[in-house]
């Protein structure tokens, strides 16, 4: 069975950058959409951001143009950079196959001074 696993989250500052990663367990053969949520605590997981299996990025939300959502195929690995970090992108990060109803642990990123 297929696993998620994130990494890369941690405390940043205000105006730094982190890379989360989000590796699969095994192939899933580049084939699917993977996607970044976030959640913070009270509110309903929210999409940051998406990637097609040919590498067509969408962020639905107001991050566009400080996160990038790319993917590694061969590492079986998709990731989100945070570019300018802002105190509201705190939460925990999750990613997802939909098409596999899989979902990562999660990763906690706080953004504070």
């Known amino acids: 069975q297929v696993q998620l696993v994130e990494s890369g989250g941690g405390l940043v500052e205000p105006g730094g950058s982190l890379r989360l990663s989000c590796a699969a367990s095994?192939?899933?053969?580049?084939?699917?959409?993977m996607v970044w949520y976030r959640q913070t605590p009270g509110n309903e997981r929210e999409k940051v951001a998406s990637?097609?299996?040919?590498?067509?990025?969408e962020y639905p939300g107001s991050e566009k143009g400080r996160f990038t959502i790319s993917r590694d195929s061969d590492k079986n690995t998709a990731y989100l950079q945070i570019n300018n970090a802002q105190p509201e992108d705190t939460g925990v990060y999750s990613c997802?196959?939909?098409?596999?109803?899989?979902w990562g642990q999660g990763t906690q990123v706080t953004v504070s001074p």
């Open positions: 095994r192939g899933t053969g580049g084939i699917h959409t």
């Open positions: 990637i097609s299996p040919g590498g067509l990025p």
């Open positions: 997802n196959i939909p098409f596999l109803l899989l």
